[in-house]
């Protein structure tokens, strides 16, 4: 009767490794599996993303960029840099301007820069933006340069 005993408990213990070990396996390939699908809707968004600027005036040290969102998604404008063409321009990440699908709008700068420029456009689509940290998802952003003269 002892082996007996003995045999049923070496098997109670090996079946609860065995669901425990494949319990623990079904919850990593769960979540790899969601993980996957969250980077493939991000790159999907940011492919149907697509911004442009539609025009840079300056007057009284300010800069009015004008931005026209023609993609498919809604985006977030997260940075606006402009720098002296050939300089390194200092992003600075936080929330600017909205702009929905087919929406333009124009966005005031303070710039006391003058002669050649670079305007850099930062975005997001909206639903990748993170308000608490705007750098968070940056690799899944669009990024536009345009030279403009001041």
């Known amino acids: 009767m002892g082996d007996t005993a003995a045999a049923a408990f070496l098997i109670f213990v090996t079946l609860g490794l065995g669901i425990y070990l494949w319990s623990l396996s079904m919850a990593q390939t769960e979540a790899m599996r969601a993980r996957y699908y969250q980077d493939v809707a991000s790159s999907i968004m940011q492919q149907k993303s697509f911004l442009v600027v539609e025009n840079v005036a300056f007057k009284d040290g300010d800069a009015y960029v004008t931005l026209y969102n023609c993609g498919d998604v809604a985006l977030k ?33 303070p710039c006391s820069l003058s002669g050649e420029l670079l305007v850099r456009v930062d975005a997001l689509p909206l639903e990748l933006f993170v308000p608490d940290d705007p750098s968070l998802n940056v690799h899944w952003g669009v990024m536009i340069e345009v030279a403009a003269d001041a």
């Open 77 to 109: 404008v997260f940075c606006i840099t402009i720098a002296e063409k050939g300089g390194m321009p200092t992003p600075e990440f936080r929330d600017i301007v909205t702009l929905g699908i087919q929406e333009a709008k124009t966005v005031t700068v």
